[in-house]
């Protein structure tokens, strides 16, 4: 299994602070209160038609096109569930597929293919629509230079695997959490007083705590971009809602300064626009919280 937030530490742009170990327990924890939620004291239909010697083969259909993700988490499922079951894989995270085809086999206990099947599906369907609408704004940004990134506007309870699937489809993550990273959005700034002193009571935080965050900081206006740039230790500037003149303009003005961000609405139809004002970044939480489940089924065979 590739860990997203492993690959995303090795960047020299970015210091992540969720670790391999954080990353494997948030989830093994999806799939053990997954699971909980689902078979509770036990999967009682299998239980009463199904013996529990029987064994059995499935295959995970493609009835959709489009990319598929969530066969490494669909492995770990099926392993939580009975380490017996033996899964042969056909097709890799983050290949394009077709109606029709077949992503992989497994086999073993029947009760425990049964009683795993939900969950792969469920998640393997959302991974894959994310997956598949990333993949999708990574070809509008070819060539551009500029990078696509999600943002925590994610289901509560699965965001990693949310952000599993952006990394699938060839996305960036942006943080995981509140906790590895600092961004000062309009409302801190409003309730601390001030851009400034937003600014400058994150850096004397970050020092009295002795923790080295990344600062990413929202500008309004192109008045807040000039009022950013005179203080020293921002990572990025986050160009919230701009027009496509102004975006430029805060470009040219922000220069080689720090990293740039454009997000607030982004869409199909004006991403390539907004990355050839020259952002190094735009984010967009339609990746996460606005898909269509790719159309999967586990069958018998």
């Known amino acids: 299994m590739v860990f997203v937030f492993t690959i995303l530490a090795q960047k020299e742009d970015y210091q992540i602070m969720i670790s391999e170990k954080q990353f494997q327990l948030e989830i093994d924890g999806i799939i053990k209160n997954a699971i909980r939620e689902d078979v509770g004291d036990g999967d009682h239909s299998s239980l009463a038609c199904i013996p529990s010697t029987a064994k059995g083969k499935a295959k995970l259909l493609v009835k959709d096109e489009g990319i598929i993700a969530g066969i490494d988490f669909a492995k770990q499922v099926f392993n939580y569930v009975d380490e017996n079951l033996v899964v042969e894989t056909h097709i890799k995270d983050g290949t394009h597929v077709k109606y029709g085809d077949i992503v992989f086999h497994v086999e073993g206990s029947s009760q425990s293919i049964l009683k795993s099947e939900r969950l792969v599906l469920n998640a393997m369907q959302r991974m894959s629509a994310i997956a598949t609408k990333t993949n999708s704004y990574v070809k509008l940004l070819a060539g551009t230079g500029t990078k696509i990134l999600d943002t925590r506007k994610t289901t509560p309870g699965i965001r990693a695997l949310e952000k599993w699937a952006v990394k699938i489809g060839g996305g960036e993550n942006h943080r995981f959490a509140l906790y590895d990273m600092i961004m000062l959005k309009d409302n801190h700034i409003d309730f601390c007083g001030g851009l400034t002193q937003a600014i400058e009571k994150t850096k004397q935080y970050l020092s009295e705590t002795n923790r080295d965050l ?20 921002v990572y990025r500037i986050l160009i919230d809602n701009f027009n496509y003149e102004d ?6 003005l922000i220069g080689d300064k720090c990293l740039t961000e454009s997000s607030g609405g982004i869409n199909e139809d004006t991403i390539r626009a907004y990355a050839e004002c020259g952002v190094n970044y735009i984010s967009s939480g339609a990746l996460t919280h606005s898909v269509y489940n790719m159309d999967l089924s586990l ?3």
């Open 247 to 252: 975006t430029k303009t805060a470009v040219n």
């Open 214 to 233: 990344k600062i990413i900081v929202e500008a309004r206006n192109l008045d807040e971009i000039k009022e950013i740039l005179k203080t020293d230790g």
């Open 299 to 301: 069958k018998a065979v």
